[in-house]
């Protein structure tokens, strides 16, 4: 089973938790950018992530074992500018703990 994370309102990004995160080696993030068009994908992968909505919500996520998401960005159609999250992994079999961020 993939985990898929849809909100009610799609994604604004995505990062790591911090910039130790990244030097530490709990997360990494690469970002693909179509040339012909202004689509865009997140590759990000870790265990510790940042995720903001874009009405500013934040939550945290955590995942017991490393996890790759995708990140996507599409701005042709009728759902243009929304930026969708899902899992690459068909068979994780970690757990995944979500927390609001309050402002």
Known sequence: LAPKLTALTSFAKVECLSDSAEKHGLCSKTTFLEEEEEDMTVMIYGVQFVL???EGQ?????ASEPIT?????QTAGPNN?????EAMETNY???LQLA????
């Open 100 to 103: 609001y961020i309050p402002t």
């Open 93 to 95: 079999q970690g757990v």
């Open 69 to 73: 998401f995708q990140l996507q960005k």
């Open 81 to 85: 500018n929304n930026m969708y999250l």
């Open 58 to 62: 934040r939550w945290l996520l955590f």
């Open 52 to 54: 903001e909505q874009q």
